[in-house]
């Protein structure tokens, strides 16, 4: 059985730190790029970052770019989103993903992930 289990949110204020975890199980994790994506209320669920089944790429939202930071450890198969310099707007509940067939990390849109967790509650406070 897949899962992907997100852990580490909770409530920071603005200028914070946060890091995320997702734990994945049920499926050949080094062979997936992996990728974080959020829903903010009341709108649509967005990309946030993304890296290859290897590591060696990474992408970017413009809006995280330079704040947050992906990686991945696939002796551990986790996957982790460092959160620094966090602003209200980031605010939303971010799910982890795994794509098996776009595994150089770059995902042309949300459709082509295979597997999601359940997210996890980031709220950042003004």
């Known amino acids: 059985q897949v899962q992907l289990v997100e852990s580490g949110g909770g409530l920071v204020q603005a200028g914070g730190s946060l890091r995320l975890s997702c734990a994945a199980s049920?499926?050949?994790?080094?062979?997936?790029?992996m990728g974080w994506f959020r829903q903010a209320p009341g709108k649509e669920r967005e990309f946030v970052a993304s890296?290859?089944?290897?590591?060696?790429?990474?992408y970017y939202a413009d809006s995280v770019k330079g704040r947050f930071t992906i990686s991945r450890d696939n002796a551990k198969i986790t996957v982790y989103l460092q959160m620094n310099s966090l602003k209200p707007e980031d605010t939303a509940v971010y799910y982890c993903?795994?794509?098996?067939?776009?595994?150089?990390?770059?995902?042309?849109?949300?459709?082509?992930?295979?597997?999601w967790g359940k997210g996890t509650l980031v709220t950042v406070s003004s």
């Open positions: 993903a795994a794509s098996s067939s776009y595994s150089g990390g770059y995902f042309p849109g949300q459709y082509v992930m295979d597997y």
């Open positions: 049920g499926f050949t994790f080094s062979r997936n790029a």
């Open positions: 890296i290859s089944w290897s590591g060696r790429n990474t």
